[in-house]
């Protein structure tokens, strides 16, 4: 059974950083492509960010480019995101999803940037 | 506003079908698969369709999906109060190489 657990949300002040991991059981995650999305309160899916199986090409939603960056590390199956220069519109949940044909999410973790 | 264009919301009544529609552009939609997700209140998304109208596993029949031109819809037959969920179509834009969703159809059973 695939799964993916997401961890490392939490409260952070504007300007700060956070870092985000998920944690891929079930499947062979080296050979799959991996995206964060996330969910504002509210509001409906936004993709983040999306990485190769191979993580030699990553791709990321223009209103996070430049401060967050994706990574995988396919021996320990984990893919992480490293957010910095968060601000109070980065305030979500989000999610690890298995891409590929069809994807298979995670069940989330909540980042609040508030002061 | 979203590049996928869906209906905010729908309704229906238990029993009966519903369609929701998701609209495009030949970047996206017209060169590209297309899957569906439903999110159950207070849930992570889930994989409802995969390449067009492939069903994973699991989803009942009563869940079909298709694709023509720029174009996606996915149908749901003899509803149940239990379908009641927002659902999201995403796809890839090659154009602009980013992932895209939908801006969500909240289906309520009347």
């Known amino acids: 059974e695939v799964q993916l657990v997401e961890s490392g949300g939490g409260l952070v002040q504007p300007g700060g950083s956070l870092r985000l991991s998920c944690a891929a059981s079930?499947?062979?995650?080296?050979?799959?492509?991996m995206n964060w999305v996330r969910q504002a309160p509210g509001k409906g899916l936004e993709w983040v960010s999306y990485?190769?199986?191979?993580?030699?090409?990553?791709y990321y939603a223009d209103s996070v480019k430049g401060r967050f960056t994706i990574s995988r590390d396919n021996a320990k199956n984990s893919l992480y995101l490293q957010m910095n220069s968060l601000r109070a519109e980065d305030t979500a949940i989000y999610y690890c999803?298995?891409?590929?044909?069809?994807?298979?999410w995670g069940q989330g973790t909540l980042v609040i940037v508030s002061s | 506003q979203s590049v996928l264009t869906q209906p905010p919301s729908v309704s229906a009544a238990p029993g009966q079908k519903v369609t929701i529609s998701c609209s495009g552009s030949?970047?996206?939609?017209?060169?590209?698969?297309v899957s569906w997700y439903q999110q159950l209140p207070g849930t992570a998304p889930k994989l409802l369709i995969y390449?067009?109208?492939k069903r994973p596993s699991g989803i009942p029949d009563r869940f079909s999906g298709s694709k023509s031109g720029t174009s996606a819809t996915l149908v749901i037959t003899g509803l149940q109060t239990g379908d009641e969920a927002d659902y999201y179509c995403?796809?890839?834009?090659?154009?602009?190489?980013?992932?895209?969703f939908g801006g969500g159809t909240k289906l309520t059973v009347l």
């Open positions: 999803a298995r891409g590929g044909s069809g994807w298979y």
């Open positions: 079930g499947f062979t995650f080296n050979n799959y492509e």
């Open positions: 990485i190769s199986s191979g993580g030699s090409t990553r």
């Open positions: 030949s970047s996206n939609i017209g060169n590209n698969y």
């Open positions: 390449d067009n109208n």
């Open positions: 995403g796809t890839w834009d090659s154009g602009l190489s980013v992932v895209l």
